[in-house]
């Protein structure tokens, strides 16, 4: 009897693990098998893109060929207030600088002729000063007459005057060291032109640098005249280039057809982070207008997985595999149903490899 009971507490406890213990198991295999665990080192080695998921209109994607130009608020030209010969240049082409850095010394002669005038001014000065003291002693004391002290007083408040006016005039043309004029820069950015060298002769007329501040940029797309009059003020749109995407906001949509592209021009600011965009570059403009908001991601994020259509999401320790549900496509992207939040990061290239890594790959290309 007693061997009997032990055989059949031996043969339960499998069904006992199972029912108390093995659903936790099933819970943590499962929750494995979804993630794949990657450094930040190999991610950005791998080249795998990462991109923010957003709320966008569903109903229309309108895509156009596009331009980045300078933002004309962002751009500094910088001259010398002055006629001189440059003396020290601080920074080259090429350079990033920052707000009131030091980019050049100018001597000048009109500065050094004022700058001796002035001396004269003050000395003229102080001795009016000291007449218009004496004078008002004396005054006061019933030595002189009114009218001495009156004189006195006048040539002093003009000599004042005078100083005053030089002083003004030297402060127009800016910072001065000595004899020098001191040429500082406008704002951070890159010097992007350079046209003096030390000895050069300049003046007001004569550009010395120009300073582009690249983090704010315009984006200019030409959209056909239909699209256009479903694009508004304030549309977010993307730019889309060879190095990654750039999100911008529409700000102004042209008047009137451009004669030779028979196209409106539509203006988009972009925040041009990480640098990605160069003026210059030729790019793609892509803006989703119409519908109620959804969430919104590009097609080539989505990975087909045993019948499902699957995202990477990023997590502190690598990405999970996260199963969607798909309302429908809109030209290289689709509307998620369901499956992802806003705010929440996802692969969108490199998606073939972190399905590699999760299901393997068996000889001849077949997954398992």
Known sequence: MRYLIFALIF????LWGDRYGGHQEREHREKDKMEIHLKEENIRDLGIKVQRVERKPSGKLIKMPAEVRENPSLTFAIYSPAEGI????????????????????????????????????????ETARRIF???????????????RFFTSKTEYERSKGE???????????????????????PAKGYVVDQRVKPGDSVGPDRKLFEVHYHQVLWVYGWSGVSSSNSIK?????????????????????????????RRIPVRCIAENKGHILKPG????????????????????AVQDIEGKKVVFVRTDDGFEAREIHIEKEIDGYVVVEEGL??????????TVFLKTKLVGVEEGGHHH
């Open 86 to 125: 440059i003396r020290r240049l601080f920074v080259k082409e090429g350079d990033l600088v920052r707000k009131g850095q030091k980019l050049a010394e100018i001597f000048s002669p009109e500065i050094a002729q004022l700058v001796g005038e002035i001396e004269m001014a003050r000395v003229k000065t």
């Open 281 to 300: 570059m030729f790019v793609n403009l892509e803006v989703f207008t119409g519908g109620e908001t959804a969430v919104v991601i590009p097609k080539r």
């Open 163 to 185: 100083l005053k006016a030089l002083m003004e005039r030297l402060k127009s043309f800016g910072e001065v060291e000595g004899y020098h004029l001191v040429i500082r820069s």
């Open 133 to 147: 003291e004496r004078d008002k002693e004396l005054y006061q004391q019933k030595v002189i007459q009114y009218t």
């Open 233 to 261: 003020k304030g549309t977010q749109g993307k730019v889309i280039t060879s190095l990654g995407e750039v999100s911008c906001s529409i700000d102004y949509i042209g008047h009137k057809v451009d004669p030779k592209t």
């Open 11 to 14: 043969l339960s406890a499998p």
């Open 341 to 350: 939040k806003e705010g929440e990061r996802i692969a969108v290239s490199g």
